[in-house]
């Protein structure tokens, strides 16, 4: 399938990458190889693969060197395997630079007054004297005293309720937020110019957490008409309050606020559906543009509503972007097929309209599905690699641990090696852009649990949403 472009959706394209690069990039003069790679493509899931290969390896020569000289840790570690920056000398010894796991990132020690030494080494860079009162809500203040400083300290946490922390600095978060403004490149529809669209994240409001799937969405803030743009969240998710939601808070004051709240918050989701419904009707009135997003949890939550008031929407002009994980707290999977077979009834939106996103909090790429449903990876920003069980690169087309070397982590090594399983295919079957791309659902390797923002925010509702059912009957 060859792209076809109109020439409306393109000029969009090339505006919002314009303006994005006025918002997130620094002066040109000024770009690293890393910036190289990120900002000049003016579409990063459409680079020639030649030019990827050059962009791509520059920077992640550039990144290694960095991380090599400036982060202690890493330093040692490149040291014990005999691993330096001149060792690189081609794309094949990308394989030889040290990887380290995704747990390292909830690998802190439990006292709060150790926190901040262990940040110390995680960070690159000049971490500010951080004076925080230990105890209750501690995470959130080392959160806000460091997003003070233009270093914005991310989480995201699986079911075992202990938070993966990944700090950005202003380098490396603006690279991110840029990256959250190319899924557009894979829309249909011009949602950047004029004013007749709508985007309903059905996801917490980015202002209010620091939950890197609610964060991210930061971006349409900053780049999008605020008025258009609608969080399903309203609600602060800071670290204590999903933990009190979570139900993993310790003592009788922690287990009775959590009692409190979680029916309240089901009762809120509710309403929220509700308002998004009468949305959608008015979307559907006034013939506009509307991006949905969530996961995918959420958004199967908002069509079981429709369903429920046997109600059916013919919003021709839709894009769904679902991201964050396919499964809810009590295990039960959400196939990705029956997923898009009910947007396309419940709201009339075709299934070559809607992307999956793949993305975790320690790595700064996102990979996007197209119109066939593969997950495109940025090849001139990612390097990807599929491990054995010995933690050896195996190539294409067979399944394995997913790892990868993200050059655009400026404050934290990027070279990361994840507990995910997937299957990397050279080329898309179904569409010509070029570059990699993963084929299929993502699962977790075999005895590793499940984990992201997705997990965290399904196992906070669905429970009580189920109560609250219950109690209907």
């Excluded at 084929?439 to 649990?449: C, I, K, L, W």
Aim: some cysteine.
């Amino acid at each position: 399938m060859s792209i076809d472009v109109n020439k409306d959706v393109l000029y969009g394209l090339e505006k919002l990458h314009v303006d994005a690069i006025k918002k997130y990039a620094p002066p040109q003069g000024s770009w690293l190889p890393p910036d190289e790679a990120l900002f000049s493509p003016k579409m990063i899931f459409n680079v020639p693969e030649v030019e990827a290969k050059q962009l791509r390896f520059k920077a992640i020569k550039y990144a290694f060197k960095h991380h090599y000289t400036n982060c202690p840790f890493y330093h040692r570690f490149c040291k014990e395997l005999d691993v330096k920056p001149d060792d690189i000398k081609t794309e094949d010894d990308f394989k030889k630079i040290p990887l380290i796991s995704d747990m390292l990132f909830k690998d802190y020690p439990e006292p709060d007054s150790d926190f901040i030494n262990w940040l110390k080494k995680i960070y690159v860079g000049d971490l500010p004297d951080l004076h925080v009162k230990t105890g209750k809500g501690f995470f959130d203040r080392v959160i806000d005293s460091l997003q003070k400083n233009d270093i914005t300290l991310v989480f995201s946490s699986g079911t075992s309720g202990k938070f993966s922390f990944v700090p950005r600095d202003k380098t490396t978060w603006g690279r991110q937020m840029y990256v959250c403004s190319r899924i557009f490149e894979f829309s249909s529809y011009d949602f950047y110019q004029g004013s007749k669209y709508k985007i309903l994240w059905l996801g917490p409001n980015p202002r209010k957490t620091h939950l890197y799937i609610g964060r991210l969405t930061l971006m349409l803030l900053d780049l999008f008409n605020e008025n258009n743009v609608h969080f399903g969240i309203q609600q602060e998710l800071t670290t204590e309050a999903i933990k009190i939601l979570m139900g993993t808070t310790t003592g009788l004051s922690g287990r009775l606020k959590s009692s409190i709240l979680r029916p309240f918050l089901a009762y809120e989701e509710n309403k929220i559906m509700e308002h998004f419904i009468e949305l959608l009707d008015e979307i559907e009135k006034k013939d506009e543009l509307v991006g949905i997003g969530g996961t995918p949890f959420f958004i199967e939550f908002l069509l079981s509503k429709i369903e429920e008031k046997g109600l059916k929407f013919d919003i021709g002009k839709g894009f769904v972007v679902t991201a964050g994980g396919w499964k809810t707290f009590s295990g039960m999977e959400i196939p990705s097929e029956e997923l898009r077979g009910r947007i396309e009834k419940y709201l009339g939106i075709p299934q070559d309209n809607c992307r999956d996103i793949y993305g975790m909090v320690e790595c700064n790429a996102l990979n996007v599905s197209c119109e066939g449903h593969y997950k495109h990876i940025p090849h001139s920003i990612l390097y990807p690699m599929v491990l054995d069980e010995n933690s050896e690169p195996i190539g294409f087309d067979e399944y394995g641990r997913f790892a990868f070397l993200d050059p655009l982590a400026n404050s934290y090594p990027g070279f990361i090696m994840t507990g995910d399983r997937v299957k990397i295919l050279e080329h898309c079957p179904v569409c010509d852009r070029p570059g990699p791309v993963i084929a299929g659902d993502v699962s977790r390797m075999s005895g590793v649990q499940d984990r992201g923002c997705g997990a965290t925010l399904a196992r906070m509702f669905s429970e009580e949403i189920k109560k609250t059912k219950e109690e209907k009957k």
